[in-house]
């Protein structure tokens, strides 16, 4: 746990301040993987869409061969008695994990009747609203279902985005735009990507080798309402490189511009802006 960071934890049926232990050293998920998560906020005394990350760690818990455990409207409950141990205005990451304890038939799968979940919350400050990011392109591309789990958010899935981070950073960017398998663009590292070109929205349309995230989703449909189409299409690396706007939805920063992507530099742009402004004033508004 790192210094000075807040941490609750909800496991077997109770709340404690701290990192728990929830993994022994001969559980399946510690040793195969098996374990899956998702990740909601709190910031500024709102959680928006706090249900539908829950209810998404089911899906990924079927997904993987577990067994949920825990029904949706249970989970945000649980949530929300974690959060009152937390200051109002504090930024939360909420984190509910399932995991499989115990090997199931031939070893490598889990048992599914051995499911275990808990819930996390860590204090993680929001990006400041002038936050930015830089892109390169990465040697690593995302994997299809027949390659992997990308169905559900595994955490077996994200070492292999932490080799084209680790490459973005070595070549001084902060983030990678990756392709699928033959070469169109899927998303970033770390989230989902829309770009803009002569007024037009375009974002790479879900083909099976990423997750069409909740808040890329929460904001094509807020776009929507503005009378701004949202189009989902095949996109290249080539396309993105003359867009004339670039931005990042994902849970952890909501919407975040991108101001390089390889050597060309770029402005943080209007609709960035407004997709950052209609997110707001919607979450305010969830809220009242």
Known sequence: ????????????????????????????????????????????????????????????????????????????????????????????????????????????????????????????????????????????CRPTLAMALVNAKAACLYPHNARMLREASDKGFKNAIV??????????????????????IFTPVPNGTFLNGITRKRISSLLSKEGRAVHETTLSVEDFGSADEIFATGNISKITPVTQLEDRKLQPGPVAKMCRELYWDWAFSEKS
Not at 179 to 200: L, P, Q, R
Request: charged share 20%; hydrophobic share 40%.
């Open 1 to 140: 746990m790192a210094v000075g960071k807040t941490v609750w934890t909800y496991f077997n049926n109770k709340w404690e301040r701290g990192n728990t232990p929830i993994l022994g050293a001969a559980d399946h998920a510690t040793w195969l993987g098996t374990l899956v998560f998702d990740g909601a906020r709190k910031f500024e005394g709102v959680a928006p869409d706090l249900a539908a990350h829950c209810e998404r760690a089911n899906q990924s818990a079927l997904a993987m061969g577990l067994k949920p455990t825990i029904s949706t409207e249970a989970m945000v409950a649980i949530a929300m008695e974690g959060l009152s141990n937390l200051p109002a205005d504090a930024a939360v990451y909420i984190r509910p994990m399932y995991w499989s304890r115990d090997s199931g038939p031939m070893v490598v799968a889990g048992d599914p009747d051995s499911t275990e979940f808990c819930m996390c919350l860590e204090d993680v400050p929001m990006p400041t609203p002038d936050a930015s990011m830089t892109l390169t392109t990465t040697s690593y």
């Open 179 to 200: 392709c699928d398998s033959i070469g169109n663009v899927a998303e970033t590292a770390t989230s989902n990507i829309m770009m803009v070109k002569d007024g037009e």
